[in-house]
Every structure is written in C-alpha cells, then in structure tokens.
C-alpha cells in the first residue's frame, strides 16, 4: 500500500481522537495507520515476537503488519475484523464480568515486557461469540515506572462501579451510565445506587443532579472532569506512595473482580424454558418445535442468525452447534448470564447480549455514526422469533405490521417466526374483543409484504405454527 493509497482510506467513525494513528476501512478490511511517534515502538514489539505473543495469547485481536507498505516512511497495520459489534450497555453482567478480567489479563502481560495500557475503555473490547478480544491497539505503550496504573480510575468507572450495580435491583440503570464516553459511573454513584450511600452521599448525588441541570450544557464538561478527578484518587484506598508492586496490586484487584457479587434473581423467565432443554442431538426428549426450527436451520443453512427473545438460549446454541454464527438477545438479566455461561461452558459461537429489540438501541455519538444503532450491527441473515407474537401484540400493543416491519429491518434473507392463534391458553386468556384483526391470515398478509415462499409448519404446543419465510428479491 503507497502512501498515496493510505491517505484515501476512510477513517472508521470510532476514530476520533487516539494520539497512536487512525482506524480505517477499506472494503471489509480493517487497518491501523500508526502515527510517527508510536512507529518506532510498535516495529520493536512485532520485531521481537510482543505481537505475535499477545495474539497467540489471545489478549489482543490479531494484527499484522500491512505487507505491501514502505518500511520506513509508513506503518500500517491489519487487524482482524471481528463479525459482532457489541457495546458494553448491551452485555450482561457476567460479560462485563469477563471484559474486565481481560483486560487486567493483559495489563499484567504488558507489565511483563515494560509495557502498559494508556486506557481501558470498555469499548477497547469487542467479544467473539463468549470471548473478550481487546481491539484497541494503539492504546499500547511503555510503561511509565510508577506504581500507579493510569488507567486504574477508569476501570474503576467503566467496569468496578457498573459490576457493583448490576448485582442490585436498579442494574438497568448501569446501562444508560455505559453510553458516556467522559466519566462511567463515580464511587458516589455506585454508592447512591447499591444503598450503601449514607444520608450526607445521598444529599450530594442529589445536588450533583441540580448542578447537572443548571450547567448543561454549557460548562459541563469542566465540571464532569474536576468530579472524576475528585474520586480517582480514592477509588482503590492506595496512593502515589504504596510499595505494593503494580503487579501485585493488579492480582488483588482481579480477585476482587472476580468476586463481586452477581445478579441472582429467580425471574419468571429464567425459568420458563427449563422444560424443555434437552440434549442438542436429535431424540425423542425434543418437541415437535425443536424438531421443526432444526429441520429449517438445516435446509436454510444461513451463515448468522439473529435469536429475538431467546431466553436462555437453546435454540441459539442449538444453531451454533450447527455452524452458524449467532447473536441472542433478551432483556431479561438472568436468563443472558444464564446463557453467556452455558455458550462459554459448550465453546458455542453464540454472542449474548442484554437489549429489548422492541426498542433497538440508536445510533449514540456525533453524528449518529461513533456507535452504529442495533439495527445496523445485529442483522443478520436469518431471525428467529419463537413465542414472542402475542406478547407483543397483547402486553406491548404492537399492530401486526409493527411486528413484521421490526423483523423484516433485522433479516437479511430468512424468517422463522412463530405464531400463537387465539386458541393457545394465554392468548385466549389475554383476549381482547378490540382485536379481531389478530389472526394467522392476517399475519401471512403482512409478512406478504416482504416476505415470499411462506411455508407454514407445526410448532409445540398445539395449535402453535411456524412460518419459514423468504425475503422477497428486489
């Protein structure tokens, strides 16, 4: 690649302000052009096998450098690009869980060869299936030879404080904290939010609040960045004088990661589907609905999959049992831990994530494009929406159009959607004589909009269908 070629590629909107080069893409491939002040250490750390060590490790996502660029005037390098974008308001508490041991992982390994990480940012991490790859390469540098790691408040704010959090009742609150990019969630905040804030913390979130108010937005920033400075040098009990070795203070703090506690409450949903968990193999233990999703995955035979409401997930690991690449959601904390656990456990190439698709997350930053809307990063070949009709049409008020216009925006070619008629016991227990309209017909129709080749089969328990759809050609 000449010089000339890499001042074309397009930046990657998630490359705004990192001091080490530029991410860029060029068609389905992914490079780092590396400004001159980092050149020289990188080119050492992939001369001496650095690189090639931590990727063969799995601690960072494998780079290489770009072949056909000048040796010395340029250096540009390839990374491997990961299937899934994910971002850390969209994973459950284990998978935040998982990220933050990582990257403590790598910062020991750096600590190893005299090197270090200059930030921690969870959007450093994207996961492959269950796996936390660490992606921002340029984040690598030498260490400094103090014993405070410079990261240390912001893994406090992006992964300590949201963990602590995500164990209580308000976890759903850590997840609107996770879109900032400035400050996370403060010691005061995860006081305040797990109860242990005393009536004089109480009293100042409540006059943060106000000042929040009365500052946005002009001024703001000034403000957000002398509060964090305000409990970064408290955040850990350790200060610039502590003879604990970094390494060892960073041991401590993995243990204490790895302890926090976790979400743990018995929901409803948590436990509806543990009926009908069978073995992954075909048998007599399997329904006429497991039998008949393996059936259309088998002769569909899509390269990913999208699982709407997946609950704990057999039917997403049944898929990657097959081969294909999937990501599950549902907004129900439990069950995706349940399953992030059960896809690690099984070495299933299924990406869980936290979200309710009836409202997809939007597109987040200036203008819209730093964090893409879900509806961009999770389409996928096929969706599979099992037992999820009549809840949104009865306990959501969803039209039939709404539901299929949804479905149709995250499928790139395949359906599989089941249908619940008025006869199944919780639909005619949910009946409302208001909508007469809802109806196996009709649902056809409007899936016709869209979608051809309907084929319609029996699902579990009767009179339950599937629908085998097909996206029309344009």
Same mark, same amino acid.
């Given at each position: 690649?000449?010089?000339?070629?890499?001042?074309?590629?397009?930046?990657?909107?998630?490359?705004?302000?990192? %001091?080490?080069?530029?991410?860029?893409?060029?068609?389905?491939?992914?490079?780092?052009?590396?400004?001159?002040?980092?050149?020289?250490?990188y080119?050492?750390?992939?001369?001496?096998?650095?690189?090639?060590?931590?990727?063969?490790k799995?601690?960072?996502?494998?780079?290489s450098i770009?072949?056909?660029?000048?040796?010395e005037?340029?250096?540009i390098?390839?990374?491997? +690009?990961?299937?899934?974008?994910?971002?850390?308001?969209?994973?459950?508490?284990?998978?935040?869980?998982a990220?933050?041991?990582h990257?403590i992982?790598?910062?020991?390994? @750096?600590?190893k060869?005299?090197?270090?990480?200059?930030?921690?940012?969870?959007?450093?991490?994207?996961?492959?299936? =269950?796996?936390?790859?660490?992606?921002?390469?340029?984040?690598?540098?030498?260490?400094? /030879?103090?014993?405070?790691?410079?990261?240390? &408040?912001e893994f406090?704010?992006?992964y300590?404080?949201? *963990?602590?959090?995500?164990?209580? %009742?308000? $976890?759903?609150?850590?997840?609107h904290?996770? =879109?900032?990019?400035?400050? &996370?969630?403060?010691?005061l905040?995860?006081?305040?939010?797990?109860?242990?804030?005393?009536?004089?913390?109480?009293?100042?979130?409540?006059?943060?609040?106000?000042?929040?108010?009365?500052?946005?937005?002009?001024?703001?920033?000034?403000?957000?960045?002398?509060?964090?400075?305000?409990?970064?040098?408290?955040?850990? /009990? +350790?200060?610039?004088k502590?003879?604990?070795?970094r390494?060892?203070?960073? =041991?401590?703090?993995?243990?204490?990661v790895?302890?926090?506690?976790?979400?743990?409450a018995?929901?409803?949903?948590?436990?509806?589907?543990?009926?009908?968990?069978?073995?992954?193999?075909p048998?007599?233990?399997?329904?006429?609905? $497991?039998?008949?999703?393996?059936?259309?995955?088998?002769?569909?035979?899509?390269?990913?999959? @999208?699982d709407?409401?997946?609950?704990t997930?057999?039917?997403?690991?049944?898929?990657?049992?097959?081969?294909?690449?999937?990501i599950?959601?549902?907004?129900?904390?439990t069950?995706?831990?349940?399953?992030?656990?059960?896809?690690r456990?099984?070495?299933?190439?299924?990406?869980p994530l936290?979200?309710? *698709?009836? !409202?997809?997350?939007?597109?987040?930053?200036?203008? /819209?494009?730093?964090?893409?809307?879900?509806?961009?990063?999770l389409?996928?070949?096929?969706?599979?929406? @099992?037992?999820?009709? $009549? $809840?949104?049409?009865?306990?959501?008020?969803?039209?039939?159009?709404q539901?299929?216009? *949804?479905?149709n925006?995250?499928?790139?070619?395949y359906?599989?959607?089941?249908?619940? %008629?008025?006869?199944?016991?919780?639909v005619? &227990?949910?009946?409302?004589?208001?909508?007469?309209?809802?109806?196996?017909?009709?649902?056809?129709?409007?899936?016709? +909009?869209?979608?051809?080749?309907?084929?319609?089969i029996?699902?579990h328990?009767?009179?339950?269908?599937l629908l085998? !759809?097909?996206?029309?050609?344009p």
């Amino acid at each position: 690649m000449t010089s000339t070629e890499a001042a074309s590629l397009q930046s990657h909107p998630l490359s705004t302000a990192d %001091p080490s080069g530029r991410l860029c893409e060029s068609g389905e491939k992914l490079y780092r052009v590396i400004n001159p002040i980092k050149q020289e250490l990188y080119r050492r750390l992939f001369k001496d096998g650095t690189i090639e060590d931590l990727c063969k490790k799995g601690l960072i996502i494998n780079t290489s450098i770009e072949t056909d660029s000048p040796p010395e005037s340029l250096l540009i390098l390839e990374h491997r +690009r990961l299937p899934v974008v994910s971002y850390a308001f969209e994973w459950s508490s284990e998978m935040l869980r998982a990220a933050a041991l990582h990257v403590i992982d790598l910062e020991l390994e @750096l600590l190893k060869k005299g090197l270090s990480l200059q930030d921690c940012h969870p959007w450093n991490v994207l996961f492959e299936g =269950t796996k936390p790859q660490f992606v921002d390469f340029g984040s690598i540098q030498t260490e400094k /030879g103090n014993d405070i790691w410079e990261a240390n &408040g912001e893994f406090f704010r992006y992964y300590v404080y949201p *963990l602590m959090v995500l164990a209580t %009742p308000h $976890h759903r609150i850590v997840r609107h904290f996770l =879109t900032d990019h400035w400050i &996370g969630i403060t010691q005061l905040e995860a006081d305040f939010l797990t109860s242990r804030a005393s009536s004089e913390a109480k009293e100042k979130i409540r006059t943060l609040v106000r000042r929040i108010r009365k500052l946005l937005p002009s001024g703001s920033l000034n403000f957000f960045n002398s509060a964090i400075k305000s409990v970064e040098g408290r955040v850990t /009990g +350790r200060s610039k004088k502590s003879t604990e070795s970094r390494s060892s203070y960073l =041991t401590r703090l993995r243990t204490m990661v790895e302890g926090l506690p976790n979400f743990q409450a018995d929901t409803y949903w948590s436990a509806y589907a543990q009926d009908e968990y069978p073995d992954f193999s075909p048998s007599a233990t399997w329904t006429e609905k $497991h039998r008949q999703v393996h059936a259309a995955l088998t002769k569909l035979q899509p390269k990913t999959l @999208l699982d709407i409401a997946s609950n704990t997930g057999w039917y997403s690991i049944l898929a990657a049992k097959m081969g294909i690449q999937v990501i599950a959601t549902d907004n129900d904390e439990t069950c995706i831990n349940q399953l992030f656990r059960e896809a690690r456990r099984l070495e299933a190439n299924v990406h869980p994530l936290y979200g309710n *698709l009836l !409202c997809p997350s939007p597109a987040i930053g200036t203008p /819209g494009t730093m964090m893409p809307a879900a509806v961009d990063r999770l389409r996928s070949e096929c969706v599979l929406a @099992l037992a999820i009709t $009549h $809840h949104m049409v009865f306990r959501f008020f969803f039209s039939l159009d709404q539901i299929v216009n *949804l479905l149709n925006a995250f499928s790139s070619r395949y359906l599989i959607v089941e249908f619940v %008629p008025k006869e199944d016991k919780y639909v005619s &227990g949910w009946w409302d004589a208001s909508k007469p309209w809802y109806s196996l017909e009709a649902f056809r129709n409007s899936l016709g +909009r869209f979608f051809d080749n309907i084929v319609e089969i029996p699902s579990h328990p009767s009179p339950r269908v599937l629908l085998i !759809c097909e996206k029309k050609k344009p």
